[in-house]
């Protein structure tokens, strides 16, 4: 019995595709008399096996990188009234509708059918767009397959059906850049050398400036379009399609390549062509409200947008009638294109100070779908209208919504940080009353409950704001100042909230803050705690050791040596002190491989210390010397410490080999005036001897000779 419907199968030998696309076959065979067969263009013996499972019609084909010529095998073999040709990167998602189709008889009626091909651009299968594509036609004696690529049947008897039923297709979803460059340039090379042959063949030209776009590569884009309208000299169906392809592509093309003044003469040309339908003036006119945005002509961006969101309801969001040429054009509702749109209305809006497109359309753009996405600037470009704006109770929602999305909660957040940046504390205060609404794990939502409730003055609000910010920041001390300083004007007690805090969570922020912040601040965030919190708690000890450690670690080399070793001392001191408290004395001898590294630090300077208070000189370089490399953040100032003991040893041995000398030449002088004394003496001038006596008294008071001298002087 001659079957109702052939399926024929094109495999190249894609084992992780090939068995899902052949189950997902096993329903329609199931329900509608039909046949399977599948051309094998270079399948392995593994791959051969499978295929054998399910069907014994397994044609042979050498490729010979033309896909027509490889369809046209099955085509010639099918036996059913009906076609359906199909990839074996491709497999039925839903068959429910197109399984009725022939059930009902109502495939009798008709010449062609459409089904709906979910083209996915992820490998996770989160992003795709969906396209009728033309894969069934009922056999006629001529029905055969053209073009290399991109191929398609050929003539089509009867009126088409479009039918919902759909294939999820992951041929254009690439595990990286490499494998999408190759796909691209297969494709491109083969339309390009088609279309050298063939230059009046509209179809690849069209199919080619569809690559070229996704590549991209613009400038040839523009040059491939120009030259397509040379050709469409005729105002039939046909070419008013393809005229309507290569107009978006010129306009996509200028857009992208940011020529906006030449984007805009060529959009007012095109768009006042009569041929074109209604979808072709959406596309035009979507397209047309970007580049009206962009050059900030805001009204006529609005007007580009109004005309769009009018065919877009009147069609109720869908291409009834499949284009001739559906490039650019089927796909001018897609939720991307649609969003953009809305986008587009909100953003010019909100420019000219109207909230009311934000309110109406920012719900239109469908955040419950799974394929959701949205124009890149509609979120930072309202955040920084909101900015500047009177505050509105209506607008909270959407705010909430911004700050709690999972998909744009981060980008919400980065664009109010960057708002906040450019305009100053006005339009924190702005924004945080807005999105200080929503409910996030984010500490920033909690930064900005903080900014809102010290702007309410409400401190029941601030000390609950303070308690999940301080909780969810790990490196809390790096906030910025104005949160301490708004919790010194409410006076909100941080000591109890800090305690709340878990000790791992608050080192680790210590150890950050101290690590990525400048000294002064530093200081001056240690200062604020030892001024607000009571003393005691385990966390502020830990934040004075380590500041202390800091202090130590900064040591410049102009500092002296006697700045430096207080520093150094402080630092040890405060380190042992607070690791005493937790680890035995025995832990603090030998090797300490129980200790953290900074204490282990801290025990080879106490030892260095010491051994400089005993003069030791190489006790304390040993000391010294064993440090480097325990600590990595330390090793920098251990060796500036190393250096000026060095070099503060060496003058302390020139100042005493000079008071060495000095003590000398002092013997030596005080040899000949005592002998001066003594021939004053001799000579009975002891007045004389007397007075040089008492001058010698003052520069040797502790010469045994003066005694002697001083009784020969009264005599």
Request: include cysteine; charged fraction near 30%; proline fraction near 3%.
């Amino acid at each position: 019995m001659k079957p109702v419907l052939t399926i024929s199968l094109l495999c190249c030998g894609r084992q992780k595709t090939t068995k899902k696309c052949l189950d997902s076959l096993r329903p329609i065979m199931e329900q509608v008399s039909s046949e399977l067969i599948i051309v094998d263009t270079g399948c392995d013996e593994e791959t051969r096996e499978l295929l054998s499972e399910y069907t014994d019609q397994i044609i042979p084909f050498t490729w010979c990188n033309d896909f027509a010529k490889a369809r046209n095998v099955g085509l010639k073999a099918a036996k059913g009234e009906w076609f359906l040709y199909i990839d074996d990167d491709e497999n039925f998602v839903d068959v429910k509708e197109l399984v009725a189709f022939f059930q009902s008889g109502e495939y009798k009626k008709y010449g062609q059918a459409c089904y709906i091909q979910r083209n996915y651009t992820d490998l996770e299968g989160q992003r795709y767009q969906d396209m009728w594509v033309s894969r069934m036609i009922r056999i006629a004696a001529d029905t055969h397959f053209q073009d290399r690529i991109h191929e398609y049947l050929d003539p089509v008897h009867g009126p088409y059906k479009l039918i919902h039923s759909w294939v999820d297709h992951y041929g254009y979803a690439f595990a990286n850049p490499e494998e999408k460059q190759k796909h691209d340039q297969r494709n491109t090379e083969l339309l390009e050398k088609v279309l050298e042959e063939e230059p009046d063949n509209l179809r690849i030209r069209a199919h080619l400036a569809q690559e070229y776009y996704g590549i991209p590569k613009y400038r040839e884009l523009i040059e491939l379009c120009n030259g397509a309208f040379s050709l469409l000299n005729k105002s039939d169906a046909l070419h008013n399609s393809y005229r309507q392809t290569f107009y978006m592509g010129k306009l996509l093309a200028l857009l992208n390549l940011e020529e906006f003044d030449k984007a805009q003469e060529f959009f007012e040309t095109a768009v006042q062509d009569k041929r074109n339908d209604i979808f072709g003036r959406a596309g035009l006119c979507g397209v047309a409200s970007e580049i009206y945005y962009r050059k900030k002509e805001y009204e006529t961006c609005d007007k580009c947008c109004q005309e769009f969101i009018k065919i877009y309801e009147q069609e109720s969001g869908e291409i009834k009638k499949i284009p001739y040429s559906p490039v650019f054009i089927q796909s001018i509702f897609y939720l991307g294109n649609r969003n953009n749109v809305f986008s587009m209305y909100i953003c010019s809006r909100l420019c000219q100070g109207d909230t009311g497109a934000l309110k109406e359309y920012f719900w239109k753009l469908g955040w419950d779908e799974d394929n959701f996405s949205i124009y890149t600037r509609l979120i930072p470009d309202t955040v920084n209208a909101l900015a500047s704006m009177p505050y509105e109770e209506d607008l909270a929602p959407v705010a909430k919504k911004l700050i709690e999305d999972e998909r744009v909660k981060d980008l919400t957040i980065e664009s109010i940080q960057a708002a906040v940046k450019e305009k100053g504390e006005e339009a924190l205060t702005a924004l945080a009353r807005l999105f200080g609404q929503g409910q996030s794990g984010h500490y920033y939502v909690w930064y900005l409950k903080v900014i809102a409730a010290a702007d309410k003055k409400d401190r029941e609000e601030l000390t609950t704001a303070y308690g999940e910010l301080f909780r969810k920041v790990v490196d809390c001390l790096e906030l910025e100042d104005r949160i301490f300083q708004i919790a010194e004007d409410f006076q909100i007690d941080l000591d109890e909230i800090f305690a709340g805090i878990p000790f791992d969570q608050w080192k680790q922020g210590v150890d950050s803050f101290c690590q990525k912040s400048p000294m002064d601040k530093v200081r001056f965030r240690k200062t604020f705690l030892d001024r607000h919190c009571k003393s005691g708690n385990i966390r502020y000890d830990y934040l004075d050791v380590k500041v202390s450690e800091v202090e130590a670690a900064v040591t410049a080399a102009e500092y002296g040596y006697q700045s430096i070793r207080n520093r150094m001392k402080t630092f040890s001191a405060k380190c042992l002190a607070f690791y005493r408290r937790f680890y035995l004395p025995e832990a603090f001898e030998g090797e300490m491989e129980m200790l953290p590294p900074a204490c282990r630090v801290a025990v080879m300077l106490r030892n260095a210390l010491q051994a400089d208070d005993q003069g030791d000189i190489g006790a304390f370089r040993q000391a010294v010397t064993k440090s480097i490399g325990l600590f990595g953040p330390m090793d920098p100032a251990l060796k500036n410490f190393a250096k000026n003991y060095a070099e503060w040893k060496e003058q302390q041995l020139h100042k005493d080999s000079d008071a060495e000398s000095a003590a000398q030449e002092m013997k030596v002088l005080a040899r000949q005036v005592k002998q001066q004394i003594r021939r004053f003496v001799q000579q009975g001038d002891p007045k004389s001897a007397s007075g040089i006596l008492q001058q010698l008294k003052t520069l040797v008071p502790d010469d045994p000779e003066l005694a002697e001298l001083e009784v020969l002087c009264r005599e």
